[in-house]
């Protein structure tokens, strides 16, 4: 194929060797990952949460310092994309799909399965659930996003370098050696994460989908009825990708974040309204207040409490480490021409506070059926739960299906995205890889997804994932050194201009 790289092959013989792992003895890839996930976790933990909060002071740092004004593309660059479309790809990109996992799961879990500090199902449990929801969804995982994609964003549209993780750091390593096998090994790294957390997020949207059907339709909960689904879902984001980001993810985005907004009104209206608004106010009081407790809240004395730590913020802060270049690169390519400013502002606080939005619409119609004994949402399989809390609800059946196609347009999206990216960091960084480079990462995904669903190597595959954001956790750190390195020089030169 042409222009592809020998990052393309390392990273397809890494992928099928794990996926063969994942065939041939799923309970032990599972058992393997489990025990390095459970060290990284507990050895780790206290570096994750430093450096997750270390990101987000730099990303606020970026808003008021002296290279705000940057502008990220030439002096004349415009934004490719209004706002409206650029927020709608961000959260598409980013959260979508699995957002509309957790809305109601998570909360639901905080509240009645497995309380952060509280007696499960007390009214601190029910505070803290939505409290610990906005917390994990919220600016520490958007700030991940941003580093990545503000360096990527910088080095590729303002100083012209190829699209590449590896090319971020040539200002701290050299050309020579980014061009050799370290810069190789790297982007070859941030390949392997993408794959493996993209195929494990369609074996969810499929399982979901499923889930949803079955719910409403009693359609069978089947292997084959997965692949089904995993198969039209391929024909529509090939197509998709194939199109190109201005055409198709720009469209199905724009498209998705309307169907999104309506269903999250419906809810809001037929649901427990003026509770949502409540819940809202005040876990919004709630998670400002308590904001820096969280944040570096590792628990070392209460065993019991750090071992939810890990199982919950440990592992999404790994989670969106190890997305972060997939996702990076996205919002990199989609954010040519605004200064890092208005990059910062849009990327951190737009796509938080809508999933605080969706977090408090869903969650809390969620906690209402159970807190009143209408119905026992925490029973329900994670797949299931948001189909049995809209059940409940007039218009119930409406939101369900609209729900199902919501799901699977962010499925389409999430996919569509990631061929985009998988074809950058195969072809040398090229912002426009060939339809045929994104065709073959698009059936490469979708395999992966098939092969690990009906092995059920699912839970092996994202510990990973996990395992994999702690080498790539120093990648990003780099990433940023090498960032600020440049800005400096540049705006020391600058200065040496004017005053010469």
């Known amino acids: 194929m042409k222009n592809v790289t020998y990052v393309f092959w390392i990273s397809i013989a890494i992928c099928a060797v794990l996926v063969i792992w994942g065939a041939t003895s799923p309970e032990q890839l599972e058992s393997t990952t489990n025990f390095l996930t459970s060290t990284f976790s507990s050895t780790f933990g206290w570096y994750y949460l430093i450096i997750v909060v270390f990101m987000l002071v730099f990303c606020v740092y970026m808003i008021f310092s002296p290279y705000g004004n940057i502008k990220l593309g030439k002096s004349d660059a415009q934004p490719e994309f209004s706002l409206p479309t650029w927020f709608a790809m961000l959260f598409s990109a980013g959260m979508g799909m ?8 998570e909360p639901i879990s905080h509240a009645f399965k497995s309380s952060p500090e509280a007696e499960l199902g007390s009214d601190q449990a029910i505070q803290e659930s939505l409290q610990y929801s906005f917390f994990h969804w919220g600016i520490h995982a958007w700030a991940v996003y941003a580093v990545v994609a503000l360096v990527l964003a910088y080095f590729k549209f303002h100083r012209g370098y190829p699209g590449l993780i590896s090319s971020t750091l040539v200002p701290l390593f050299g050309e020579k050696s980014m061009r050799g096998i370290p810069g190789t090994l790297i982007d070859s790294l941030a390949v392997f994460a993408t794959v493996v957390g993209v195929a494990s997020t369609l074996g969810f949207g499929t399982a979901q989908i499923n ?11 089947t292997f084959v009825v997965q692949v089904i689904i995993l198969v ?8 998709s990708a194939w199109s190109g980001v201005s055409k ?9 974040m309307w169907l999104a907004f309506i269903l999250l009104i419906t809810l809001l209206i037929v649901g427990p309204t003026i509770y949502i608004l409540d819940m809202f106010t005040s876990t919004t009081g709630n998670y400002i207040s308590n904001f820096f407790n969280m944040s ?22 790994a989670w969106w480490i190890s997305w972060s270049p997939f ?46 004994g209408i119905a026992t949402i925490s029973d329900y399989p994670m797949e299931t739960a948001t189909f049995a809390v809209l059940q409940e609800y007039p218009l119930g059946f409406i939101m369900s299906l609209m729900t199902i196609v919501v799901i699977a347009i962010f499925f389409i ?15 040398a960084g090229s912002i426009n890889p060939s339809g045929i480079v994104k065709i073959s990462w698009g059936v490469a995904l979708s395999l992966v997804a098939a092969a690990v669903m009906y092995y059920g190597g699912t839970q092996g595959l994202q510990n990973t994932l996990i395992i994999a954001a702690l080498p790539f956790s120093i990648v990003v750190l780099l990433m940023g050194a090498s960032f600020f390195k440049t800005v400096r020089d540049e705006r020391a030169r600058n200065k040496r201009k004017s005053t010469s």
Request: aromatic residues 16%; hydrophobic residues 55%; neutral net charge.
């Open 232 to 239: 039209v879902a391929t024909i529509l984001f090939i197509i």
């Open 327 to 372: 996702v990076g690169i996205f919002i990199a390519r989609i954010s040519k021409g605004r200064t890092i400013k208005e990059f910062m502002l849009g990327v951190l606080f737009v796509p938080s506070v809508i999933c605080f939005i969706f977090f408090a619409v869903f969650g809390v119609s969620a906690l209402n059926l159970e807190q009143n």
């Open 413 to 427: 999206t999430s996919a569509d995205s990631a061929t985009f990216v998988l074809g950058m960091l195969t072809t």
């Open 248 to 256: 198709g993810i720009k469209h199905l985005s724009n498209i998705n």
């Open 296 to 317: 570096f809240r590792s628990a070392p004395l209460d065993n019991d409490s750090r071992t939810w730590i890990n199982g919950w913020t440990i592992f999404y802060w």
């Open 211 to 221: 889930e949803g059907l079955a719910f409403l339709f009693n359609t069978p909960n």
């Open 98 to 105: 699995g957002m509309v996992f957790w809305t109601t799961a």
